[in-house]
C-alpha cells in the first residue's frame, strides 16, 4: 500500500506499507445522561462491550500486541483507561496500553495509532477503541474557594486559620460543570455550539433545514433498530443493579419539524439555529474494533471485514472547528484522485445538524472549494442518501471519546449490509481539527 503525506512546504513523502485490516469491532448502547452519574465508568463501558468482541475470536485475548484506548473526560479513579480496561478483559499483566486524547477524534486517534503501528511492521494484532462517560463530568470548584482551602491548609496557627475561616464565602461551594468547560475553546473563548452559529450565518442555513436534518437523524436510527440493522453491532450492557441496556435511548421516533420548531435556540438567543433538539446528545458509550495485519490474519485463520487505505488529519481556526470533515476528507480523495461521486457512503459524525449542512455547502461552495481547498472546481453536491444511512450522534448522542470509533466500525457495517466497497468516516474535533479514514471493504 502506498501513502502520501503533504506537509506544510508541500515537500510529498510517499511511504510503502503493509496491509492493514479490520477484523470485527462491537460498541455498547449509547446511553443518554440524566443529570446525575450513569450506571458505567468509561472503563466499565469498554470492558462491556470488550468481553464479547474478545470472546468471540479465534485467538487468546492476550495475543494482542497492545491495547489503545480513546478517552477525554478519564475520571480520576482510572487513570490510564486502556491499561485498566486490557486488564479487566483478561489480557495479562504483561499487555501494553495506552490511552489517546484528540477530543471529538479520540476513537478514531485509536484506531488511526494502530494503523500505523501494524503498517509499519511494528505490530500484528491491536485492539482500539473509545470509551466515554459523559454523566461522570465533574464538578469542579471554583478558582476562589480553590485559593480558600489553600490559605485554610497552609495556616499555622490558631488565629490565622480563624481569619481564613471568617473569610469564607457561600458562593465558593458554587461548583462549576467541568463539560461546559470542557465545550468552551480557550483560544477563541466560544464554546461549541457558538461554532456551529457561526458555520450556519456563514452558508446560510435556515433553523427549518437543520430541524429536517434532525428529523431524518432520528428517523434513520430508529429504522435501524426495529429492522435490527444493528444487532451485529450493540452488545447489551449491565449494570450492577441488574438494569439491562439494549439499545441507543435518545432516540425519538415521534421527532417532527413541528416539536423541534417549540424549541429555543441554545447559544443565541433569540435567532439562533441550534438548539437542543438539532444537536448531539450528551450520551455514554464505548466502542473497538480489532485491527490486524496480513500476518495475523494468515496466523489465526482470520475473516476481515474492511481494509484501511488512508487517513487524514487536518487544522483550522477554533472558531470554524465544525468544517475539519471537509479539509481532512478532502485531502484523502485528493491523493487517491477520488470525487465525492466515488465514495458509496459517508459517516459524518453530527454534532449539530448546521455543522453537517456546513460541510456539505463548503464542498458545494466555488470560493471555498478554491480558496481553502486548492480546487479548480467545486467537490459538488454529496448525495445524502448515502450520508449516515442510519442515523448520528441528533439521535445517537456523542461521547467525545468514542463517537469516531463508533463512525468507523459502523461504516464497515453499513457497507457490507448494502454491499457498498468504499467509504469515508470523517468528524470536527473541539479545538479546531478534523479527522478522516478511507475504508474499502473485503
Known sequence: MVRTTFHRDNEVQVFQGRPV?????????????????????PVDLAVQCGRPLLLRQPFHPNDFNQVILGCVNVIS????????????LGMGDSMPAFTVQI???????????????????????????????????????????????????????????????AAFRPGYFKPVIGLLRGLTDPVVEMNMGQTAEKLAYLFNITRRQADEY??????????????????????????SCGQVFEYDDGVRPDSSLEKLAKLSPAFEPPHGKVTPGNSSQITDGASWVILASEDAVNRYQLKPKAMIKDSEWSALSPS?????PVLSSTAIMKRHQLTLDNIDLW??????????????????????????????QPMGKMDQAILNVDGGAIGLGHPVGTSGNRIVLHLINAMHRLNKKTGIATECIGGGQGGAMLIEKV
Not at 132 to 143: D, G, V
Not at 155 to 161: I, L
Not at 214 to 230: C, D, K, M
Open 77 to 88: 479513579e482510572e487513570m490510564n483507561p486502556a491499561r485498566i480496561a486490557a486488564l479487566r
Open 347 to 376: 459517516e459524518i459524525n453530527e454534532a449539530f445538524a448546521a455543522q453537517v449542512l456546513a460541510c456539505l455547502k463548503a464542498w458545494d461552495d466555488a470560493n471555498f472549494c478554491k480558496d481553502v481547498l486548492g480546487l479548480e
Open 320 to 324: 470554524i472547528m465544525g468544517l475539519g
Open 21 to 41: 485490516y479490520i477484523i470485527d469491532g462491537a460498541r455498547t448502547p449509547f446511553i443518554k445522561a440524566r443529570g446525575k452519574p450513569g450506571p458505567f465508568t
Open 214 to 239: 434532525a428529523v431524518v437523524s432520528h428517523s434513520r436510527l430508529h429504522r435501524a433498530q426495529q429492522e435490527g440493522y444493528l444487532d451485529n453491532e450493540v452488545e447489551p450492557t449491565f449494570s
Open 103 to 165: 477530543n471529538c477524534g479520540s476513537g478514531m486517534q485509536s484506531i488511526d495509532t494502530a494503523y500505523r503501528y501494524i503498517r509499519s511492521g511494528d505490530a500484528d494484532l491491536i485492539l482500539a477503541g473509545g470509551a466515554e462517560a459523559l454523566s461522570y463530568a465533574p464538578l469542579l470548584f471554583r478558582h476562589q474557594a480553590v485559593e480558600w482551602f489553600a490559605s485554610l491548609n497552609s495556616a499555622n496557627s490558631f488565629v490565622k486559620k480563624i481569619k481564613t475561616l
